[in-house]
């Protein structure tokens, strides 16, 4: 028989620990094996009980979230999902735990209580599954703040963008919101393509993220929305609640629909689509992430002409995505994720037609 998943529920709300450990006990291979109502306990009972994996809200008394991720990281890695509470008013916190190295995280006001706990119990199998990352890809992806404030007063006006001759997508799930930001802070001012965000999220936080994207470099970066014309040197983020097409106009331009898949937004969906309208000029990125999502968009634009780039598996902390393109011998380049900035740069250089207007300084107050 196999041992159960061992788990910390950290909150300061009794009743939320309640409603959690009583859930998880129901299942036949997860246990609440310690709780806790502050980061300081938090830190003790990791040290002491030494869970699989721990779950923990954002806003707690004492030690903040934040503060807590950190400190158990460097005392013992171990998996951490985040409880948040609201997408508007926590959704900063949320990226900066993320940032730190939590794994992912579910929003407890995300629907009722039953589903709630659904999606926690998969995340916590998910989460199990896990394995430390490398030292160096931690290092690489905490270089992206050097740039943010300079990145963001510098920016062309998403207006006078051309219109894109060439696409690049990201595709990512759990451990690729830190990824998609430092591949942000790392791409140059003009960009000759449009980029295509989508990641696996709970509703309501994508349009957080795509904000917190616009500081992380040079390129305008928006929540993607029905009928925008996509633009060489603009970043869409997908929208969790739809899924992405392209349409076949003339001028390119975004056709979103409601999601009804299990993976929220559907890579393979937007892929298949860029794969369609780019042929040749289409490049597909897969980066960290569960599960499969985005395997068969990449083989569409392989047979289109255009390029697939696997980001290398080894020293990330979910290597599934990445692997699933590997392991179908779809993989044009298998690059560490430093190496994936350049990659985009040269395929751009290789394939664009324009040159971007030099980018105006916006005004401050």
Request: charged share 25%; aromatic share 4%; hydrophobic share 40%.
């Amino acid at each position: 028989m196999e041992s159960k998943i061992r788990v910390l529920v950290v909150d300061d709300a009794e009743l939320v620990r309640c409603i959690v450990k009583t859930s998880l006990d129901k299942t036949t291979d997860i246990e609440v094996v310690g709780e806790a109502g502050t980061g300081v306990s938090a830190l003790e009972q990791v040290e002491k009980l030494r869970p699989d994996v721990v779950v923990m809200d954002v806003e707690m008394p004492i030690i903040d979230g934040e503060t807590a991720v950190k400190r158990i990281l460097e005392q013992r890695w171990t998996p951490i999902i985040m409880l948040t509470g609201h997408a508007m008013t926590d959704s900063n916190r949320v990226f900066d735990c993320l940032q730190l190295g939590a794994v992912d995280f579910v929003q407890k006001g995300g629907g009722a209580w039953p589903e709630v706990i659904g999606k926690l119990e998969y995340q916590i199998r998910t989460a199990s599954t896990l394995k430390e990352p490398d030292p160096n890809h931690r290092n690489i992806i905490e270089r992206r703040y050097e740039r943010q404030l300079e990145a963001h007063s510098s920016k062309v006006s998403a207006d006078m963008l051309p219109h894109a001759e060439a696409a690049i997508a990201l595709a990512s799930s759990t451990g690729g919101i830190q990824e998609v930001r430092f591949i942000m802070s790392m791409l140059p001012e003009n960009v000759n393509a449009a980029i295509l965000v989508n990641q696996h999220m709970w509703p309501g936080f994508t349009l957080s993220f795509a904000q917190s994207l616009d500081w992380c470099g040079p390129p305008n970066v928006k929540e993607a929305q029905d009928g925008d014309i996509l633009r060489a040197g603009m970043v869409l983020v997908v929208p969790s609640t739809h899924d992405m097409t392209i349409t076949e106009d003339r001028i390119k331009k975004v056709r979103l629909t409601p999601n009804t898949g299990s993976y929220r937004p559907t890579a393979d969906t937007l892929l298949k689509s860029m794969a369609q309208q780019f042929g040749r000029n289409a490049m597909g990125i897969q980066l960290s992430g569960c599960g499969h999502d985005g395997r068969e968009g990449m083989r569409a634009i392989k047979k289109a002409g255009g390029i697939v780039i696997a980001e290398n598996p080894e020293g990330i902390t979910a290597p599934y995505m990445p692997k699933a393109v590997i392991e179908a011998g779809l993989a044009d380049q298998i690059l560490p994720l430093q190496d994936i900035p350049h990659a985009m740069n040269q395929f751009i250089g290789e394939r664009s037609m324009r040159t971007l207007p030099q980018p105006k300084r916006r005004l401050t107050n």
